[in-house]
């Protein structure tokens, strides 16, 4: 209690330049980033990222209503430059994107993460000073090392809390990628506080969670974290090496700090090299080293070379924010075939946050993101040029460029933006750094007007009033749909359908709920057929590439001799899934039923091509070659 009671006064209890309300913003702030990291409520499918959005949707517009209410009480002046103009108009970009996206519904679930996202860079901009800059990043280590400490725990069996498990070890993420994307940010923070530390106990407070974490991060074995913790220390070598005041002060600490920084990097290659009997990996230490390709950089490679058809088919706009998932079905061949798809696998984001920006808001959207990073690198850059060397100014403005750095060098394979609790770092540290320039008063701040500290008052009340509504009714509709899944498995179809529907209705745009419903009812062809043609209708409606629902009407149409529009759904599905044999089956059915044996053969002959061990296709030929 006297740790919290004494970590409190000094980071965020400071009358001389902050009011009451705005020490309360950041003690907020602070819980938060050492909390949601640690957000996990099992019964959901999105057992993770769900319910961090929620908390986000709840933390933010407590914090405007917060910020208005300091605005009015206290002697605010505002801070805008041209890094917080960048983040409002890029916003302001995606939001007007809705216009023209290709999957409305999920640009909706994004654009409403983003503004809670912006929204809280704004804010820690405003009101951010060094002191309680150095909390919040505290709590965020602290944060990074319990994630990582039940992520090690996995790894050698030990999972007492039953944390479901992807791709292990997740710790609290379901996946150990999702895990590596939020650890990867946090990692400079730990090592910068060793040298800043200002005694010998929290410098080993610091190496301990810098241990820990690293410990974590080299047992997921991401090639994408390697790539970024390589770049990160590349560019802290080149700007300490640069400055020769900087390289004496640098050696000094090393120098003073060297056993912890031994003690940690030792234990932390220790640990990657107890083996463990619980724990596989698709990515070896050998695979790595050797440049050896997988499925899944093999999947990425093409698909970056495909999304290359959408930006030049859509170079000015893109196809919308949220648009990826739908827009991108039609071009899974156009350059090379993607791997591994099917009927009910396809890729949901590109795994390349810059190149996803561009490919869904256009060349005006991907070159506002790249000049809102650069922004945001050169005005840290100018900070840690004008600090004092050593200063604990500058170690923290080194530390957050490391983390801008390294998450966007994963950004480049990987989608740390689009995942809750790396984008709530990410997006935190841009509006921090937008703020930094007035705590070395660089520039001047000019007095906001009552005004608007109504206006934070009306927009945070009304927002937490909507987040509240629209995350609760998501939460509920995740619960029905985790019961669906659970009927599913039991062979329970009226049920399951039952509950995916209530899913659906209650929640329209949760995409995976409606992919799961397609799923239900092409398992269940024993219910109605005009209610599974009614449903396959709907979801075909939101998503007109939807192979699974195209197959599914597909079949409902044919057994009732609408050939013609059954064809047409068939025809879809070998255009969107030229490697798979079922759209090819279900042309060769319509041909049988219209009497076309000699076409009927030619079409199961094409199924045969792209799966020669199609056991229906095999059979029909038998069939008829026996006639």
């Known amino acids: 209690m006297k740790f919290v009671q004494h970590f409190l006064r000094y980071y965020f209890v400071d009358r001389t ?33 769900l319910p961090r959005y929620a908390a986000l949707g709840l933390v933010v517009p407590i914090l405007l209503i917060l910020s208005g209410i300091a605005i009015r009480r206290d ?51 405003q009101f951010v000073s ?13 944060g990074a090392a319990g994630v990582a400490l039940i992520g090690i725990g996995q790894y050698y069996g030990f999972n007492p809390l039953g944390v479901m498990q992807l791709a292990a070890p997740s710790s609290l993420f379901t996946n150990k990628n999702f895990a590596a994307l939020y650890l990867d940010m946090a990692i400079p923070f730990a090592l910068i506080f060793i040298l800043v530390a200002r005694s010998s106990k929290g410098a080993w407070l610091y190496a301990s969670g810098f241990s820990i974490i690293l410990t974590m991060e080299i047992h997921v074995r991401s090639r994408g974290t390697w790539l970024a913790l390589l770049v990160g220390l590349s560019v802290m070598l080149l700007l300490i090496l640069w400055n020769p005041s900087a390289r004496t002060v640098c050696r000094q600490r090393i120098k003073s700090r060297l056993l912890q920084f031994l003690v940690a990097v030792v234990i932390a290659a220790g640990a990657a090299l107890t083996p463990s009997s619980v724990f596989t990996t698709a990515v070896t230490t050998k695979q790595v080293f050797n440049f050896e390709q997988n499925s899944s950089a093999s999947i990425r490679l093409v698909a970056y070379k495909n999304s290359l058809q959408m930006i030049q088919d859509n170079p000015v706009l893109g196809v919308g924010q949220g648009g990826f998932r739908i827009g991108f079905r039609p071009y899974m061949f156009a350059k090379q075939a993607l791997p591994g798809v099917t009927e009910d696998i396809y890729l949901v984001r590109l795994h390349s946050d810059p190149l996803q920006y561009f490919v869904e808001l256009g060349a005006v959207g991907g070159i506002l993101f790249l000049t809102l990073i650069g922004t945001a690198l050169f005005s840290l850059h100018r900070i840690i040029r004008v600090a004092e060397v ?49 705590c070395r008063n660089i ?77 239900i009812y092409g ?18 409606a939101f998503d007109p590439y939807n192979t699974r629902a195209l197959l599914t009407r597909g079949w409902i149409l044919t057994s009732h001799n609408y050939l013609n ?32 044996r000699q076409e009927a053969k030619q079409f199961y002959w ?14 029909v030929m038998k069939e008829l070659d026996a006639h």
């Open 17 to 49: 330049s902050h009011g009451r309300i705005q020490q309360i913003i950041f003690i907020i702030a602070a819980s938060f980033f050492l909390l949601h990291p640690l957000i996990y409520i099992p019964g959901l499918r999105n057992v993770s990222s």
């Open 75 to 125: 002697n605010i002046r505002l801070r805008w430059n041209l890094l917080f103009g960048l983040i409002a108009v890029f916003f302001s970009w995606s939001l007007l994107s809705l216009i023209w996206t290709v999957d409305g519904l999920t640009g909706l679930v994004d654009n409403l993460e983003l503004l809670n996202l912006v929204l809280l860079a704004i804010i820690l901009g």
């Open 130 to 142: 060094w002191r309680n800059l150095e909390g919040i990043m505290t709590a965020s280590v602290i």
């Open 390 to 438: 050593g200063s604990t100014e500058y170690f923290l403005s080194l530390g957050i460029l490391l983390a801008l750095v390294i998450g966007m060098t994963h950004a480049l394979v990987d989608f740390p933006l689009r995942k809750p609790s790396s984008a709530i770092q990410f997006w935190s540290l841009l509006g921090i750094t937008a703020g930094l320039p007035y």
């Open 443 to 519: 520039v001047e701040q000019t007095q906001i007007k009552a005004f608007f500290g109504l206006l934070c008052l009306s927009v945070g009340a009304l927002l937490l009033v909507f987040n509240v509504y629209f995350y609760s009714g998501w939460i509920d509709a995740n619960i029905d749909l985790q019961q669906a899944l659970k009927q599913s498995e039991v062979k329970n179809c009226p049920q399951a359908a039952t509950l995916i529907d209530g899913s659906v209705h209650r929640f329209p745009f949760d995409y995976q709920a409606r992919q799961y419903r397609v799923q």
């Open 523 to 540: 398992e269940c062809l024993a219910l109605a057929p005009q209610r599974i043609l009614d449903a396959m209708n709907e979801e075909l």
């Open 565 to 596: 529009a059954a064809e047409t759904d068939y025809r879809r599905v070998t255009t969107l899934l030229p490697n798979r044999a079922s759209g090819f089956i279900g042309l060769g059915q319509v041909a049988y039923m219209r009497g076309k």
């Open 606 to 619: 094409q199924a045969l091509q792209v799966e020669p061990n199609n056991q229906i296709a095999l059979r």
